[in-house]
């Protein structure tokens, strides 16, 4: 081993200290120049360079970059999760006052943004790897606007001023964003929305910042408080970031806390949703659902935001609440389709009380009760002005529907259809007075006034259950079928029968009645003719056969029939819908001899709210009279089919004999002739 250290030459043993002493002056002085350029750096006036540094930040976004007051450069310690090499190699900490992000040139306002202080901290070592890693960065006074036009241009879309070729291009990451005294601005003129929004960096697991709302949606005022999940998880796409937001709208109130995975838009959410309006209408300027004025509206459920293939919908699942004193639950999907947003679902209601629902569909509110006009009909106004706004489809049922005077109607079901402006109820059934009510409505508003169409067959309407709190019906067996085929045009009920063509057909088989019994019943008229015909007297009712045919708003009497024990009534005239005015004559024929009364004609004149009814005493019914009564019941063809309904051979038979009977006079009579 000796012998091959001796082989070694001389020069080469004197040659490895030299090298480290080279090795440790170059070492030596590369610390120093790392040394002196930081302190270089440190003692530099960086105002200097504010120009330059502004210039490079204006070619990277494009936008006017402007460095108005202090600039410094310090250095700092790395922080406690750095490893390796970084540990050791000092991060520069810039320091800039008045930091201005200019607008593109169609905006309204010069700047942007703007950052009273502005702080950032690099890390050096990812510089080599074309890699801006920022370990903190920190803002205090930010204050800025972000606008959105009418010709859907942006302002923080930015384009550079050119394009780096020299390499891979650089990536940018951010640790760290605190954020103190901020105020943003948004004003997006398709949606509507003009936002003051104040905010704050907090530090509340799993919140990251917090902040207050002001402005207004859809030119209603809103305010609120809201916590959020820290801004750089949402820009990395974290698939929960968390939100919790509190809004108010006058009356109404919104809250909303669930999780955001995809800011959008469409937006991919998962919340839950606590509703309070002062109306179901009230919702509108939230989000553009177009939903009836109705009473106080309150609602939970979960709230859940999809995308399909560009599409955007909102899904309210299994969510439960209250209009007015109804309760309401169900599914609903809105769907932000084109060319109108579509809801779409199942809706079902315990309880539902139709004076909760009452404005939506003319009814006077309590508040706002309708103007004394003399005129019966409800001239409310429908609120119908938004249905172009969406188009839907929804099933309805409800348990029971109560009204505030009348019967309740039972095991409502209807599905609901709307259609640029097309509203259709079909099927509409429900349960009425022990019988059942069939049919279908369609409300057509694509013209400046709404059109109406009713048709609807009612089966075995019970009279002792059409009005249960008269104690002399109790025992009645007195059925009703009915036929409906109605069309109209106007913005009332008033409007839509003062304009009405169609068909009525009526039939009511067995019954009772009483001047009395109306006047509990609150049928005033009734109980007037009742009483010019029969007295005070009770009346067994055989049959009841009405035909009517309207013509704009007329209602003319094609058949009318009215046969008791002691006499058979016709009834000729009409009704006049459009000015609410009657013109109608009963012509007695009796049976017997029982009832002096039934000897002369009765007029039945005047307007609905102040009927005329008059005696024409001048007049004696004659065998003639009755030949004329036998005449004007001869078109019977329309009411029959009523009485196939599948009430009963012992129902239906009392007015099938009535109508034989005068069809047999009818015969007798014409041979006599």
Same mark, same amino acid.
């Given at each position: 081993?000796?012998?091959?250290? #001796?082989?070694?030459?001389?020069?080469?043993?004197?040659?490895?200290?030299?090298?480290?002493?080279?090795?440790?002056?170059?070492?030596? @002085?590369?610390?120093?120049?790392?040394?002196?350029?930081?302190?270089?750096?440190?003692?530099?006036?960086?105002?200097?360079?504010?120009?330059?540094?502004?210039?490079?930040?204006?070619?990277?976004?494009?936008?006017r970059?402007?460095?108005?007051?202090?600039?410094?450069?310090?250095?700092?310690? %790395?922080?406690?999760?750095?490893?390796?090499?970084?540990?050791?190699?000092?991060?520069?900490?810039?320091?800039?006052?008045?930091?201005?992000?200019?607008? %593109?040139?169609?905006?309204?306002?010069?700047?942007?943004?703007?950052?009273?202080?502005?702080?950032?901290?690099?890390?050096?070592?990812?510089?080599?790897?074309?890699?801006?890693?920022?370990?903190?960065?920190?803002?205090d006074?930010?204050?800025?606007?972000?606008?959105?036009?009418?010709?859907?241009?942006?302002?923080?879309?930015?384009? &550079?001023?050119?394009?780096?070729?020299?390499?891979?291009?650089?990536?940018?990451? /951010?640790?760290?964003?605190?954020?103190?005294?901020?105020?943003?601005?948004?004003?997006?003129?398709?949606?509507?929305?003009?936002?003051?929004?104040?905010?704050?960096?907090?530090d509340?697991?799993?919140?990251?910042?917090?902040?207050?709302?002001?402005?207004?949606?859809?030119?209603?005022?809103?305010?609120?408080?809201?916590?959020?999940?820290?801004?750089?998880?949402?820009? #990395?796409?974290?698939? #929960?970031?968390?939100?919790?937001?509190?809004?108010?709208?006058?009356? #109404?109130?919104?809250?909303l806390?669930?999780?955001?995975?995809? &800011?959008? &838009?469409?937006?991919?959410?998962?919340?839950?949703?606590?509703?309070?309006?002062?109306?179901?209408?009230?919702?509108?300027?939230?989000?553009?659902?177009?939903?009836?004025?109705?009473?106080?509206?309150?609602?939970?459920?979960?709230?859940y935001?999809?995308?399909k293939?560009?599409?955007?919908?909102?899904?309210?699942?299994?969510?439960?609440?209250?209009?007015?004193?109804?309760?309401?639950?169900?599914?609903?999907?809105?769907?932000?389709a084109?060319?109108?947003?579509?809801? +779409?679902?199942a809706?079902?209601?315990k309880?539902?009380?139709?004076?909760?629902?009452?404005?939506?569909?003319?009814?006077?509110?309590?508040?706002?009760?309708?103007?004394?006009?003399?005129?019966?009909?409800?001239?409310?106004?429908?609120?119908?002005?938004?249905?172009?706004?969406?188009?839907?489809?929804?099933?309805?049922?409800?348990?029971?529907?109560?009204?505030?005077?009348?019967?309740p109607?039972?095991?409502? *079901?209807?599905?609901?259809?709307?259609?640029?402006?097309?509203?259709?109820?079909?099927?509409?059934?429900?349960g009425?007075?022990?019988?059942?009510?069939?049919?279908?409505?369609?409300?057509?508003?694509?013209?400046?006034? @709404?059109?109406?169409?009713?048709?609807?067959?009612?089966?075995?309407?019970?009279?002792?259950?059409?009005?249960? +709190?008269?104690?002399?019906? *109790?025992?009645?067996?007195?059925?009703?079928?009915?036929?409906?085929?109605?069309?109209?045009?106007?913005?009332?009920?008033?409007?839509?029968?003062?304009?009405?063509?169609?068909? @009525?057909?009526?039939?009511?088989?067995?019954?009772?009645?009483?001047? /009395?019994?109306?006047?509990?019943a609150?049928?005033?008229?009734?109980?007037?003719?009742?009483?010019?015909?029969?007295?005070?007297?009770?009346?067994?009712?055989?049959?009841?056969?009405?035909?009517?045919? @309207?013509?704009?708003? /007329?209602?003319n009497?094609?058949?009318?029939?009215?046969?008791?024990?002691?006499?058979?009534i016709?009834?000729?005239?009409?009704?006049?819908?459009?000015?609410?005015?009657?013109?109608?004559?009963?012509?007695?024929?009796?049976?017997?001899?029982?009832?002096?009364?039934?000897?002369?004609?009765?007029?039945?004149?005047? +307007?609905?709210?102040?009927?005329?009814?008059?005696?024409?005493?001048?007049?004696?019914?004659?065998?003639?009279?009755?030949?004329?009564?036998?005449?004007?019941?001869?078109?019977?063809?329309?009411?029959?089919?009523?009485?196939?309904?599948?009430?009963?051979?012992?129902?239906?038979?009392?007015?099938?004999?009535?109508?034989?009977?005068?069809?047999?006079?009818?015969?007798?009579?014409?041979?006599?002739?």
């Amino acid at each position: 081993m000796n012998s091959a250290a #001796a082989d070694i030459p001389t020069s080469t043993q004197s040659q490895r200290p030299r090298a480290l002493k080279w090795g440790l002056a170059l070492l030596l @002085l590369i610390g120093a120049g790392i040394t002196a350029l930081v302190i270089a750096m440190q003692t530099y006036d960086w105002n200097r360079a504010r120009g330059w540094i502004a210039g490079k930040a204006s070619e990277a976004t494009g936008r006017r970059v402007e460095i108005r007051g202090n600039l410094a450069l310090t250095w700092v310690r %790395p922080g406690p999760d750095e490893s390796g090499l970084g540990r050791w190699i000092p991060w520069p900490q810039l320091d800039a006052e008045q930091v201005v992000l200019g607008n %593109p040139d169609w905006a309204a306002t010069p700047d942007m943004l703007s950052a009273a202080k502005l702080r950032l901290k690099l890390r050096l070592l990812p510089l080599l790897g074309r890699s801006l890693v920022f370990d903190t960065i920190e803002i205090d006074g930010l204050d800025g606007g972000l606008v959105l036009d009418a010709r859907q241009r942006n302002n923080w879309t930015f384009s &550079p001023a050119r394009q780096d070729d020299s390499g891979a291009p650089w990536s940018v990451t /951010i640790r760290r964003l605190k954020l103190e005294h901020v105020r943003l601005t948004a004003q997006l003129v398709p949606q509507k929305l003009e936002l003051e929004v104040l905010g704050a960096s907090m530090d509340e697991a799993p919140y990251g910042i917090g902040f207050s709302i002001r402005g207004k949606y859809r030119g209603t005022i809103v305010t609120g408080r809201g916590r959020a999940g820290s801004l750089l998880a949402l820009a #990395a796409g974290a698939q #929960a970031f968390p939100i919790d937001l509190d809004l108010r709208s006058g009356k #109404a109130r919104l809250a909303l806390t669930g999780t955001l995975s995809d &800011p959008g &838009p469409p937006a991919v959410f998962d919340a839950k949703l606590t509703l309070a309006l002062h109306s179901m209408a009230d919702i509108f300027p939230f989000t553009g659902l177009s939903l009836p004025d109705t009473p106080p509206f309150d609602t939970s459920g979960r709230l859940y935001g999809s995308r399909k293939n560009g599409i955007g919908s909102v899904a309210y699942e299994n969510f439960s609440g209250r209009v007015g004193s109804s309760d309401l639950s169900g599914s609903l999907v809105y769907t932000l389709a084109k060319p109108r947003p579509k809801l +779409s679902g199942a809706l079902h209601s315990k309880l539902l009380r139709f004076a909760d629902l009452g404005p939506a569909v003319g009814s006077p509110t309590a508040a706002a009760p309708a103007a004394k006009t003399g005129r019966v009909l409800p001239n409310e106004k429908f609120r119908l002005e938004r249905l172009d706004a969406m188009d839907a489809e929804v099933d309805f049922s409800a348990g029971q529907v109560v009204k505030t005077a009348g019967i309740p109607m039972e095991k409502l *079901h209807t599905h609901i259809r709307l259609n640029a402006g097309l509203l259709t109820l079909e099927p509409l059934e429900f349960g009425l007075a022990g019988g059942k009510v069939a049919g279908r409505i369609v409300l057509d508003s694509r013209e400046a006034d @709404l059109k109406t169409r009713l048709r609807a067959t009612l089966e075995n309407l019970q009279m002792k259950r059409l009005a249960p +709190s008269v104690p002399e019906l *109790h025992n009645s067996l007195g059925v009703i079928n009915a036929q409906v085929d109605i069309q109209g045009q106007g913005n009332s009920v008033a409007q839509t029968l003062g304009s009405a063509d169609g068909d @009525l057909q009526l039939l009511m088989n067995h019954g009772t009645f009483s001047k /009395i019994l109306l006047e509990q019943a609150g049928l005033n008229l009734g109980n007037v003719i009742l009483g010019k015909l029969f007295g005070d007297s009770q009346i067994k009712l055989n049959c009841l056969a009405a035909d009517f045919g @309207l013509k704009s708003g /007329i209602a003319n009497t094609r058949t009318f029939l009215l046969d008791t024990e002691d006499a058979r009534i016709p009834m000729t005239g009409n009704i006049n819908l459009r000015d609410e005015k009657l013109d109608l004559t009963f012509k007695p024929e009796q049976k017997s001899m029982r009832i002096l009364s039934l000897r002369a004609p009765i007029y039945v004149k005047g +307007s609905f709210a102040q009927p005329d009814v008059s005696v024409d005493k001048g007049v004696v019914a004659a065998r003639a009279g009755g030949a004329i009564a036998l005449g004007l019941l001869a078109p019977l063809a329309a009411v029959v089919p009523l009485i196939a309904t599948p009430s009963g051979e012992e129902q239906t038979a009392p007015c099938k004999k009535a109508l034989a009977g005068v069809a047999a006079a009818r015969d007798k009579s014409q041979a006599r002739d």
